[in-house]
């Protein structure tokens, strides 16, 4: 059956988009149809009935216009063509037998057995159909996994090609393409494509879906396929969604590195910045590193205290995710979480308090972007075992900084593009911990920078000269 490829109305949009919910209504009321078609042959519930002909009518308008909104939704495209040819015409022909059945019990003319074979005919319709449309929205696999989990069956990943020299690995292609061709890829590809977008190719990943560019070079923040990576499993915006494979989070910092540094498909590592974390998670995926030799990433060497504490309480958590915050267990042995804002840029002084209740748990903390100030230092001061902390894009002042005296762990602070001066390097200078501190776009100067380095000379002070700058690749 051909589809007219022809942009549907907006009235059109609405009514293809009731049929998720509308879909239900056919399927409630036949099983009830057939249960009672069922029970009503025996002599003590001949009372069902006069209720059947009545359930059978709506039922089949409920069918008829379920298949109406099905196929209304399926203009919007982004289905699997013989998945979606199938449950089209498994729902036109439990529409039919629907209609049929109420038709021949309205006018009291039916064949001999009639009644509870058509029953039995759309029940198994409506198993069918239903599976076919659950595949069409979760994928394929959506039952299948699960089974096969349960049965010890692991799903098939791909096998990475052996890095024997990771700063010689093309990041695109030996890196960052596996990820997505096992987490991603099967959702979007020349035969299925959510959203219109795919990404089994170099030039349709960066060409983005119906909503425009998933990827934008150099901006990781603003980047969809990062920002819905971070959503809580819940969330319907959330890829891959509930059920499917998730990303782990190394291969969430490699892609949010790739993207930052240009989404350059023809780079090698050494051509790109790299910072601690990324280059001890890149080592471990080369070959002989920590016997690491699958296709699997190696554990990270961790740069958290040994110490334990207690596993977050599921109040403080969702009280958080409820805000769009994004709350991930690093170390669930330890209870260590990280914590990023990049979904709520409207985060401020008044929400940080919302952070004390895990002060003891957070060791990562992204604010980048948000509309916290100088006084929301003061709270991040209490996050004693924090080591790495982004305060990119806010305005946070120098006077706060001193507010983080008592993180004897920071380790990584992110200054990039705020209005710290060099009287805030100054108080940096007793930040014995630091490993790296980006201050690009700061006000601080060159001055104020060269006397910080010689403060801490165990350090990185990075304002910019070490990045790699790439154009962006354009989509033909």
């Known amino acids: ?59 089949m308008i409920s069918a008829i216009f379920s298949c109406v909104a099905g ?55 409506l198993a069918v159909t239903g599976h076919l449309g659950g595949a069409l929205t979760h994928g394929e696999d959506f039952l299948t996994q699960p089974l096969l989990s349960l ?24 890196i960052i393409k596996p990820v997505l061709e096992q987490k991603c890829v099967q959702c979007h590809n020349s035969q299925k494509q959510k959203g219109n977008l795919r990404m089994d190719t170099p030039e349709l990943l960066l060409k983005g879906g119906e909503h425009g560019k998933i990827i934008l070079a150099g901006n990781t923040n603003e980047s969809e396929i990062y920002k819905r990576l971070l959503l809580s499993e819940e969330d319907e915006h959330r890829m891959p969604p509930k059920g499917k ?5 190394q291969e969430i910092v490699l892609l949010q590195w790739w993207i930052q540094t240009g989404a350059a498909m023809d780079k090698k590592v050494a051509n790109l910045a790299k910072d601690d974390k990324v280059k001890t998670i890149l080592a471990s995926l080369q070959v002989g590193a920590g016997g690491q030799e699958t296709n699997e990433y190696g554990k990270e060497v961790s740069e958290f205290l040994e110490e334990k504490v207690p596993n ?16 991930d267990v690093l170390s669930p042995k330890n209870g260590w979480v990280s914590i990023n804002t990049v979904n709520n840029t409207g985060f401020n002084d008044a929400q940080i308090g919302l ?40 305005s946070v002042s120098d006077a706060g900084l001193q507010n983080l005296s008592k993180l004897k762990n920071l380790q990584y602070l992110n200054l990039v ?24 776009q700061s006000k601080a100067t060159l001055v104020g920078v060269e006397a910080l380095r010689k403060a801490l000379p165990n350090s990185e002070i990075n304002i910019g000269e ?5 154009k962006p690749i354009e989509s033909k």
């Open 1 to 59: 059956m051909v589809l007219l490829k022809v942009s549907p109305s907006n009235f059109e949009i609405l009514i293809g988009r009731l049929h998720p919910l509308v879909i239900h209504l056919p399927i409630g009321i036949l099983l009830l149809v057939a249960l009672f078609e069922f029970l009503a042959r025996k002599e003590k519930y001949t009372v069902l009935r006069p209720a059947i002909i009545k359930m059978a009518f709506w039922g």
């Open 71 to 125: 196929y209304l939704l399926s203009k919007s495209g982004g289905y699997e063509k013989d998945l979606l040819v199938w449950h089209k015409w498994f729902g036109i022909v439990l529409a039919v037998i629907a209609t049929a059945f109420y038709i021949f019990k309205k006018i009291e003319k039916e064949f001999k057995q009639f009644g509870i074979v058509s029953s039995a005919i759309f029940t198994i319709m």
């Open 151 to 174: 049965l010890g069956s692991a799903p098939v990943k791909v096998v990475r090609k052996p890095i024997t020299n990771i700063n010689e690995a093309l990041v695109y292609n030996d």
């Open 245 to 249: 494979t998730q990303l782990t989070e």
């Open 312 to 327: 977050l309480a599921t109040k403080d958590i969702e009280s958080l995710t409820k805000m769009n915050i994004s709350v």
């Open 355 to 394: 952070l004390l209740p895990l002060k003891l748990q957070i060791v990562w903390l992204n604010l980048g972007d948000s509309q916290i100030t100088g006084i929301s230092l003061k709270t991040i001061g209490e996050l004693i075992n924090l080591t790495r902390l982004n305060l990119e894009n806010t």
């Open 417 to 440: 593009n705020t209005p710290i001066t060099n009287a805030g390097l100054e108080i940096l200078k007793e930040f014995k911990s630091l490993k790296k501190v980006y201050l690009w």
């Open 466 to 470: 070490e990045l790699i700058t790439i």
